[in-house]
């Protein structure tokens, strides 16, 4: 490799950096309310429900952030979108943290809901777009991985924070979402705007100035061809009614149908609720909870890594089908566990810590980068990016749905003397707080994973190793998901 491919290398890795900062932040705003929910429960002595309208608001951000994304990015451009976001997602975690009341904090984490959304879609899309061919999936696979870290980041800050003798420590935890945003405002300032937008504006010389920094000199002026020849296409582009033709039924309901499987095994509700759910098992206090929680976070950056070399050497089907029977049998366990507590006694947070490990392992290495990838290989060039937002759409509005249930599904299976309950001081009086047992809802969860099982021994297709070509070729012809790749 030559000094100049050497410093080109470095040159994007560092500009993928400074971008994936906005993964690591959608990750942290993801996962930072775990640590501060049963904080914010006894400070403000919260119902179950007021629990998961915090914990969702941000959810709606998200869908009304990714659902205006697109048409942004297009206007302003990448690097403007990103910059923006950082300081939406700053803006949103002061906000946060400064909440004088719950209807504040649930109108704070909309915002954020809204750096979210919008970042799920910009951040990719630029590093995407100023990767160099050789090098862009695994750039691209970056933002995933940020995405897990920044949950695991989430998980040590709270826990530095957490103080049971001080139930407003939950506002520092909102805080510190404001230092990786002026990471990322600071080092986009620096960086250059995507050549594709540029020559897409008609400003082909400054594209090319940045593709002579990133690319193989060779490639420069294939890659401009090739960028040309995709901006022609997208003024071609159709309409969401050519989704619903016959041709692309099947890959649009697939899309949707792995994005239900994906949330409805109930992944949020162990990003989300992990410590509430350590502490109706056992755990004495929120601290010792959210301690056990950051093993979960670290499992699930490892296992993220992990699935990245899985992919391509199982294939997809098989890797799907490992991952949603170890989740079944994960999950059926838990509702077994938590349906005999009394009988477990404290050994009960010890085996839900390490079968909730077990269950975060199967979903990382399947489910978890599956749905994503799966929902970009099925659809042709044609109609990818219109199927790629409806899966995206219904993956958030899923997510939504588990958050705001999760509590609420628990308390629906919990009879009469299985709640757990404390006490705190509110306004100098005492407040009884009650939390169900999950079983039950852990239990639907398992169900949910065995319909996946059947629902995908018919829709999971094998496109490993499979042409984008062939596999439009397949949809036309008419022929079933399950024989793609045969």
């Not at 949103?92 to 984490?109: H, N, Y």
């Not at 995709?230 to 949707?256: C, N, Q």
């Amino acid at each position: 490799m030559s000094s100049k491919s050497r410093k080109d290398t470095k040159l994007v890795i560092i500009i993928a950096a400074i971008a994936s900062t906005g993964g690591l932040l959608f990750g942290f705003d993801t996962g930072v309310i775990s640590g501060a929910l049963p904080f914010l429960k006894q400070c403000w002595a919260l119902d179950s429900g007021d629990q998961e309208l915090i914990t969702t608001a941000v959810l709606i951000g998200a869908v009304i952030g990714a659902l205006s994304a697109g048409r942004i990015t297009d206007i302003i451009g990448r690097k403007k979108v990103i910059i923006a976001t950082s300081l939406i997602f700053a803006v949103g975690s002061i906000l946060t943290g400064a909440a004088p009341t719950m209807t504040f904090l649930v109108i704070s984490r909309i915002i954020l809901g809204l750096a979210i959304g919008i970042s799920s879609f910009a951040v990719p899309l630029y590093i995407s777009e100023i990767s160099p061919t050789k090098m862009r999936g695994a750039l691209v696979s970056s933002f995933q991985l940020m995405i897990t870290i920044g949950i695991v980041v989430s998980y040590f800050s709270d826990r530095a924070f957490a103080d049971e003798a001080n139930l407003y420590s939950w506002r520092w935890m909102f805080y510190v979402g404001v230092f990786p945003a002026i990471i990322l405002f600071v080092g986009m300032w620096f960086l250059p705007e995507t050549p594709r937008f540029l020559i897409g504006k008609g400003k082909e010389e400054e594209g090319r100035k940045v593709l002579q920094k990133i690319e193989d000199p060779e490639l420069v002026e294939t890659s401009i061809s090739k960028i040309k020849e995709e901006i022609a296409l997208d003024r071609e582009s159709v309409g969401y009614s050519e989704l619903f033709k016959k041709t692309w039924r099947i890959p649009l309901f697939i899309a949707i149908g792995i994005m239900f499987i994906q949330q409805f095994v109930g992944i949020n509700t162990v990003i989300y609720y992990a410590p509430t759910i350590f502490i109706i098992a056992g755990f004495a206090g929120a601290k010792a909870a959210i301690t056990a929680t950051i093993s979960v976070g670290i499992v699930n950056v490892l296992s993220t890594v992990l699935s990245m070399f899985l992919i391509d050497k199982l294939g997809r089907r098989k890797l799907y089908f490992i991952g949603v029977i170890g989740m079944g049998i994960s999950l059926a366990a838990l509702a077994a566990f938590f349906f005999m507590k009394d009988s477990l006694g404290d050994s009960l947070k010890w085996v839900t810590v390490g079968t909730v490990l077990i269950y975060i392992v199967f979903f990382a290495i399947s489910l978890g980068p599956l749905g994503w990838l799966i929902i970009s290989e099925i659809f042709p060039l044609r109609v990818r990016g219109i199927g790629m937002s409806i899966g995206a759409l219904a993956n958030w509005f899923f997510n939504g749905i588990v958050a705001f249930t999760f509590l609420k599904l628990a308390w629906l299976f919990t009879g009469e003397g299985m709640e757990i309950t404390n006490t705190v001081i509110k306004d100098g009086k005492e407040v009884v707080l009650a939390d169900p047992n999950p079983a039950g809802a852990f239990l639907v969860y398992a169900i949910i994973s065995i319909l996946g099982i059947v629902w995908g021994l018919k829709y999971i297709p094998e496109t490993k190793g499979v042409s984008l070509e062939d596999i439009e070729k397949h949809w036309r012809e008419g022929k079933a998901p399950n024989q793609l790749g045969k």
